[in-house]
């Protein structure tokens, strides 16, 4: 890195004509840094400052500090061993515009370039969600049901954490700092609700108050549930911990990210196998039709993320953060208006089991479904013949029949 400071960095002696890249530390206290030789370009309250310009394209900017020194007479760095250890207290801010002037964007200011516009994607989400919340919760004071009840406490949980982090943007915009432990708190809200979301989507799979009122392989479904949801919060803290600012990587690049992909995906055979299967049994014109809308929205749920980590591998970090971010919450946010849609009280009454029979009620049920004679055929089951168009054909014909 010095090999190439040595001839770009400026130095009045040994590079007059490189770019102001350096200052010394520790400075003065109380004082501008010995490098800073011209007063009125510092900020008012620093010791130092950078002025960056990149008019053509955005690039990323490190600060980094080194432990070396410059020898005058050969103009190579060293590095730099003190006899004793020494403890850097300082305070950078770094932002996009000039402090000096108005003109700078609010919205944009405190942000890096990859992270700009993210306040208004949360402020946006955040109004969908201020109508689609109230919404549900009449919904669910109307029908007390238990699949109601777990969409709509996926739902808050996900409106609490786009709150969250909306605050935490908020503040970031006015100060640089925000809040980072509300935005972590949000973040892992985000991920419990997207698995309590997974979890409704299984459990109507296999057709839970539905077709049957009884669930079978319970501790099948909640061990996936709960597998995918510990999987997905290390996956975060791995992203936190583990992942270099500096690498040119996103969460979905690393190995937990395709573990989790990988995962979503197996989820999303199974999510197919168990709903053909409950399909198979199901003979209700109304229910076959709501599985059928319930299967192609899920879908486009399940299969998103696979799709959205592969073409991220081809977009310039510059971007990648608020194509993830972007895609992501609308996808979330659309799966929660479509399911609301087919969970609304007035249509959902037509095919949720809203009260339990006896379990020999349950058994005759499941009998009946499974008799030879049951046949499914795609046309009936899905035609919009009613029973009384049924009853006059037949009578028609037995009339023919005695003529």
């Not at 011209?38 to 500090?65: E, R």
């Not at 993830?324 to 919450?329: D, E, N, P, R, V």
Request: hydrophobic share 45%.
């Amino acid at each position: 890195m010095f090999n190439t400071l040595k001839v770009a960095a400026f130095d009045p002696k040994c590079s007059p004509k490189g770019n102001d890249y350096l200052r010394k530390i520790p400075c003065p206290k109380g004082q501008l840094c010995v490098d800073e030789d011209t007063a009125w370009n510092v900020i008012s309250g620093h010791q130092f400052t950078y002025v960056i310009q990149d008019l053509v394209q955005p690039s990323f900017w490190y600060i980094s500090m080194v432990a070396c020194y410059r020898n005058e007479e050969t103009c190579e760095w060293h590095h730099y061993e003190p006899n004793e250890h020494y403890e850097i207290d300082y305070d950078m801010w770094l932002v996009n515009g000039n402090p000096n002037t108005s003109s700078y964007n609010t919205l944009t200011y405190q942000f890096s370039f990859d992270r700009q516009n993210t306040l208004e994607l949360h402020l946006l989400l955040w109004l969908c969600y201020m109508i689609l919340v109230p919404l549900q919760c009449y919904a669910v004071r109307i029908q007390r049901h238990p699949v109601t009840r777990l969409f709509t406490a996926s739902l808050l949980i996900d409106f609490i954490a786009i709150c969250f982090i909306l605050v935490h943007s908020l503040k970031f915009s006015l100060d640089g700092i925000g809040f980072p432990k509300l935005n972590m708190v949000g973040d892992i809200l985000d991920i419990l609700s997207r698995t309590l979301f997974m979890l409704l989507l299984l459990l109507l799979a296999k057709g839970w108050a539905v077709t049957r009122l009884e669930l079978t392989w319970k501790p099948l479904v909640f061990a996936i549930w709960l597998c995918y949801g510990i999987v997905h919060i290390l996956l975060y803290v791995w992203n936190l911990t583990e992942v270099d600012v500096i690498e040119d990587i996103d969460e979905y690049q690393t190995w937990p990210g395709w573990l989790i992909i990988v995962f979503r995906t197996l989820i999303m055979i199974w999510f197919i196998y168990e709903l053909r299967i409950t399909m198979l049994y199901e003979h209700n014109t109304q229910k076959l039709n709501f599985l059928l809308h319930f299967a192609a929205s899920s879908l486009v749920w399940f299969i998103y993320l696979p799709i959205l980590a592969l073409i991220a591998l081809h977009v310039s970090a510059l971007w990648r953060l608020k194509l993830l971010l972007g895609i992501t919450y609308s996808a979330d946010c659309f799966a929660y208006c479509v399911m609301a849609h087919l969970l609304w009280p007035t249509r959902s009454e037509q095919y949720f089991l809203l009260a339990g029979g006896s379990n020999a009620e349950l058994e005759e049920l499941d009998q009946f479904n499974e008799a030879p004679h049951i046949v499914n055929n795609s046309y009936t089951s899905l035609s919009s013949v009613n029973s009384l168009e049924i009853c006059r054909f037949d009578d028609q014909s037995k009339n023919k029949v005695n003529t």
